[in-house]
């Protein structure tokens, strides 16, 4: 059996759902927000397209339509669908470790003084605000206009995150003012 990457997973469930091509994908993607939960960028669609079809797990043809451009169409292979079953599997069975930029600040985060610590959280806190305020509203918008619930959780999933890493991050900025958690005085080197 052929194992795929996510991206490659994103691309061939769009192709599960119907054939297309290229330049469809990303609108799709752009409409979906799959942006917002998967790592596929615009550049990324025909190298993934690319790939895809030369491991066989999708086949093209050039389609002619009246009074257009020939639009090369991709669709999944038998192989295809069993690698895109394969994956799902897989990824709805097992919790995968996130890394996350925010880890890589707090580990070294003693090189700030309390002040510039808090400061910044202050500002972490300000964008987590506004992510909580755009998953808020893209699950009322994917619900107003009747779209599946499978949909909605790709929204609601990160949206109970943030929730949960906003009370993190308001618990661990309490510990810093109350001095549990005091950073060196900001070390200065050079």
Same mark, same amino acid.
């Given at each position: 059996?052929?194992?795929?990457?996510?991206?490659?997973?994103?691309?061939?469930?769009?192709?599960?759902?119907?054939?297309r091509y290229g330049y469809e994908l990303?609108?799709?993607?752009?409409?979906?927000?799959?942006?917002?939960?998967?790592?596929?960028?615009?550049? #990324? +669609?025909?190298?993934?397209?690319?790939?895809? =079809?030369?491991?066989?797990? &999708?086949?093209?043809?050039?389609?002619? @339509? *009246?009074?257009?451009?020939?639009?090369?169409?991709?669709?999944?292979?038998?192989?295809?669908?069993?690698?895109?079953?394969?994956?799902?599997?897989?990824?709805?069975?097992?919790?995968?470790?996130?890394?996350?930029?925010?880890?890589?600040?707090?580990?070294?985060?003693?090189?700030?003084?309390?002040?510039?610590?808090?400061?910044c959280l202050n500002l972490y806190l300000?964008?987590?605000?506004?992510?909580?305020?755009?998953?808020?509203? #893209? +699950?009322?918008?994917?619900?107003?206009?009747? =779209?599946?619930?499978?949909? &909605?959780?790709?929204?609601?999933?990160? @949206? *109970?995150?943030?929730?949960?890493?906003?009370?993190?991050?308001?618990?661990?900025?309490?510990?810093?003012?109350?001095?549990?958690?005091?950073?060196?005085?900001?070390?200065?080197y050079g």
């Amino acid at each position: 059996m052929s194992r795929i990457s996510n991206r490659e997973a994103a691309i061939l469930g769009m192709l599960c759902e119907s054939p297309r091509y290229g330049y469809e994908l990303e609108k799709i993607i752009e409409d979906r927000g799959m942006r917002n939960w998967t790592e596929i960028g615009f550049s #990324s +669609i025909y190298y993934v397209l690319k790939r895809l =079809e030369k491991r066989a797990l &999708i086949e093209s043809k050039i389609v002619g @339509l *009246a009074g257009k451009p020939s639009r090369r169409v991709y669709t999944v292979t038998k192989e295809g669908m069993k690698a895109i079953k394969e994956k799902i599997k897989a990824l709805l069975s097992k919790n995968q470790k996130l890394i996350s930029p925010f880890d890589l600040g707090i580990a070294y985060l003693d090189l700030l003084k309390s002040e510039e610590i808090l400061e910044c959280l202050n500002l972490y806190l300000k964008s987590t605000d506004e992510r909580l305020s755009f998953l808020q509203d #893209s +699950i009322r918008r994917r619900k107003e206009s009747g =779209e599946p619930n499978r949909v &909605i959780a790709l929204f609601d999933r990160p @949206l *109970a995150h943030m929730k949960t890493e906003k009370l993190w991050v308001e618990g661990f900025m309490k510990k810093i003012q109350e001095k549990e958690i005091s950073p060196e005085k900001g070390r200065e080197y050079g």
